[in-house]
């Protein structure tokens, strides 16, 4: 079976320039990403990498590179008096997915990923999928992660089309630099030559082919996490230690929801469609590679999620948009390419849209910024919204959420020990760096005004005789600051 190219033969034998055509796509992409950004940090892990880039802490061995990139734009932005972790993480997801798009559209002009719709519409459908969309505008891994699955399927199209080892080296080359952004990017060497030999594309000499391409990317795979100070191994240690930690808790029986949660919807039309591929002759080959992706995706993501019912809406997947698309694109005749895509925007709107408001009060986070500028605050805030809105307003800043306060008091109590003496013994911390403790109104009602008996008598008595809690308002926040008298 060989991968179907083109029902146009003129367009099939097309000179694969266009080169300002694809840097306009890629230049009006990043200024729309910008434009319609998400507000909110991606849960915890985009609430850990602030503070890392603020802290000028870049080692994550597990997306080895992905933290040194962000601190890179980190950096540009400081130049420009810009020192917050956010807008880097922003910034580096915008120009991620942006330049994925530019390789993109150069791969879907090469006769070997080519169909009866120009590589401008091909371009856009990966756009507005729902995955690509949301987390090209969302301080997130993946925005960074597409830059890599669209220069990996190029540099796949390209040896398609003129197989020689040199561009079998560059394929490896691409499918480690995206491994290095993201570990799931070293699916992709696998995945492409079982392609290749299903479609029957690969070359006489075969074994040299896929012998330079896995060489190059090991040998990538080791010097790029030596080179960024985690050592040779370091991603691979990192990367199974969590497989390893994850396999306990394994939950096969969970991987349908996975597969609705993390491909069905945030894939919407395309990872429908392209399932149906594989029931029509001239669509089958790229129907074939989406369920390639698939086999070889999927099982991590069950094991990573499935147990911990993790909903990471379609992140680990990015580089199966554009298989998807080709295969729906082959399925299905041009009367229904504009149902699709409008079926896209609608899920890309509804995935994306409730984080481009502020999570909160923009007065709140001005507050935030104006008291810790007249002094040093560690914010305890109630809820994912109040700490986006300190988070993203104040760079450096110290605040972590009333949940994670309690737990931490949960797991570290010692037998018998109350709240009040806990907290004794953790509020010395921020005395001693300089800082002044200070709790939201949302955070002090939870104290003052909720069931827990032991909280209530912390607040009733213990505060009252050994703290000074004064009231603070700065513009849109509420809250108390907490001295020890």
């Not at 080692?59 to 956010?86: E, K, N, T, W």
Request: proline share 6%.
């Amino acid at each position: 079976m060989s991968a179907p190219l083109t029902a146009d033969a003129s367009n099939a034998t097309a000179p694969p320039g266009g080169w300002l055509g694809s840097l306009t796509i890629a230049i009006a992409a990043f200024l729309l990403f910008l434009l319609l950004p998400q507000r909110t940090l991606h849960g915890v892990d985009g609430n850990q990498f602030v503070v890392w880039i603020e802290e000028g802490h870049l080692d994550y061995a597990r997306h080895v590179g992905y933290l040194h990139f962000c601190g890179l734009m980190h950096r540009i932005l400081v130049a420009f008096g810009q020192p917050s972790g956010f807008a880097a993480l922003q910034l580096s997801s915008a120009i991620g997915a942006a330049f994925g798009l530019f390789c993109l559209h150069r791969a879907f002009r090469r006769p070997a990923m080519e169909c009866d719709y120009s590589a401008f519409w091909c371009t856009l459908a990966v756009l507005i999928t729902p995955a690509w969309f949301f987390y090209a505008t969302t301080a997130e891994i993946p925005g960074v992660f597409a830059a890599g699955c669209g220069a990996a399927w190029w540099a796949f199209a390209r040896w398609l089309d003129g197989p020689t080892l040199t561009r079998a080296a560059v394929l490896g080359l691409a499918c480690a630099a995206t491994g290095a952004l993201h570990s799931f990017g070293h699916l992709l060497t696998p995945a492409f030559v079982l392609i290749a030999w299903l479609w029957k594309r690969t070359p006489d000499n075969r074994w040299a082919h896929v012998a330079v391409l896995g060489l190059v990317h090991a040998a990538i795979a080791i010097l790029v996490p030596r080179l960024l100070g985690a050592g040779a191994s370091g991603q691979a240690q990192d990367a199974m230690s969590h497989l390893e930690e994850r396999w306990r808790t394994f939950a096969p029986l969970t991987a349908p929801t996975v597969f609705w949660h993390e491909w069905l919807v945030p894939y919407a039309p395309w990872s429908l469609l392209s399932r149906l591929a594989l029931a029509v002759p001239r669509a089958r080959a790229w129907g074939l590679a989406v369920a390639v992706l698939l086999l070889l995706h999927m099982p991590v993501n069950v094991l990573l999620l499935g147990a911990e019912q993790i909903c990471e809406d379609g992140a680990y997947l990015i580089a199966l948009a554009p298989p998807a698309i080709l295969a729906t694109l082959h399925l299905l005749p041009r009367r229904f390419a504009w149902p699709c895509l409008a079926v896209s925007v609608a899920v890309s709107v509804h995935l994306a849209a409730p984080g481009w408001p502020a999570p909160i009060s923009p007065a709140f986070g001005a507050g935030v910024f104006e008291l810790n500028r007249e002094h040093r605050i560690a914010l305890v805030v109630a809820g994912q919204a109040e700490l986006d809105g300190a988070r993203t307003a104040t760079p450096g800043l110290m605040v972590m959420n009333l949940a994670e306060v309690i737990g931490a008091f949960v797991q570290t109590r010692k037998p018998d020990q109350t709240f009040a003496n806990w907290f004794d013994t953790w509020t010395r911390t921020f005395g001693g760096l300089g800082m002044r403790l200070v709790l939201s109104d949302q955070a002090r009602r939870f104290f003052a005004e909720g069931p827990d008996a032991d909280l209530r008598q912390f607040w009733d008595a213990h505060l009252p005789s050994n703290y000074l809690v004064t009231q603070e308002q700065r513009q849109g926040f509420v809250g108390v600051s907490i001295t020890p008298k």
